[in-house]
């Protein structure tokens, strides 16, 4: 608009920029977001993620079945059929670390944002959740759970050889994993990237941590379960986990 516009035109453009600001802001405060959420699964931190962010969203909560494994209904709602997937409009998501980084992107509004000086243990910690400390956390799991759903006559057997997997091959490479994240925390603080609340890190690397601690209590440090005790604290997070239903890694 010109310097020498009329008064009035100048007046009605600024009004006219403040409704449709006002207007888009509202159209994004009704969320189309909808969490696919499965019982004791990754999805339950996206839960705290949104719940952390105030974001409006709607929740579709699918039971496993009894052995364990998520419905047939996910199927319909992605190919793969697995929890967590969301659902944002036309967008359809999964995995546990796209799902952060695109509320975080979309949603977070400044929020959730490593300080400088924690950028790159983000970074890091973000990947390091699904790339290396959860496929040793569902080897600890599958390796317990054989022996048990095996035929009885078998068991004993099958108990000497996933033990011995279990001790010379899951639990050494899982202390020292469990090591790095201790001494991590240790010098971190509260947080995985440090600062004054959680980041993408902490949401990634909760799941995991809940489960160790769980279900391995042993091989966990005092700096981890205190930082897992902290996050249960949250009030966000006992938002989430009121909607999301029973949940066994508490």
């Known amino acids: 608009m010109s310097s020498d516009a009329p008064v009035g035109t100048m007046a009605k453009g600024i009004h006219d920029q403040f409704v449709r600001k006002e207007t888009d802001h509202a159209q994004e405060s009704v969320s189309t977001l909808i969490v696919h959420h499965l019982d004791n699964s990754r999805s339950q931190r996206i839960l705290w993620l949104l719940e952390e962010l105030e974001v409006p969203y709607e929740i579709k909560i699918y039971k496993r079945t009894r052995e364990l494994l998520a419905p047939k209904d996910l199927l319909a709602v992605h190919p793969l059929g697995k929890s967590p997937v969301i659902t944002d409009g036309d967008v359809t998501l999964a995995e546990s670390g796209a799902i952060v980084e695109y509320i975080i992107a979309k949603f977070g ?39 048990q759903r095996s035929p009885f006559f078998l068991r004993p057997i099958v108990r000497t050889v996933f033990g011995q997997l279990d001790s010379k091959m899951v639990t050494p490479q899982l202390k020292r994993n469990l090591d790095l994240v201790e001494a991590h925390l240790t010098k971190s603080g509260n947080f995985f990237a440090g600062g004054e609340e959680p980041t993408s890190a902490d949401y990634m690397m909760l799941f995991p941590l809940e489960a160790l601690v769980s279900r391995a209590k042993d ?32």
């Open 109 to 147: 509004n400044g929020k959730a944002l490593p300080p400088d000086s924690g950028k790159i243990d983000n970074l890091y910690f973000s990947h390091y959740a699904e790339g290396s400390l959860m496929p040793l956390v569902v080897n600890k799991f599958v390796f317990s759970l054989v022996p």
């Open 219 to 250: 091989l966990v440090g005092p700096k981890v379960k205190a930082w897992v005790d902290l996050m249960h604290e949250r009030p966000a997070y006992k938002r989430a986990l009121e909607k999301g239903g029973p949940y066994d890694y508490i």
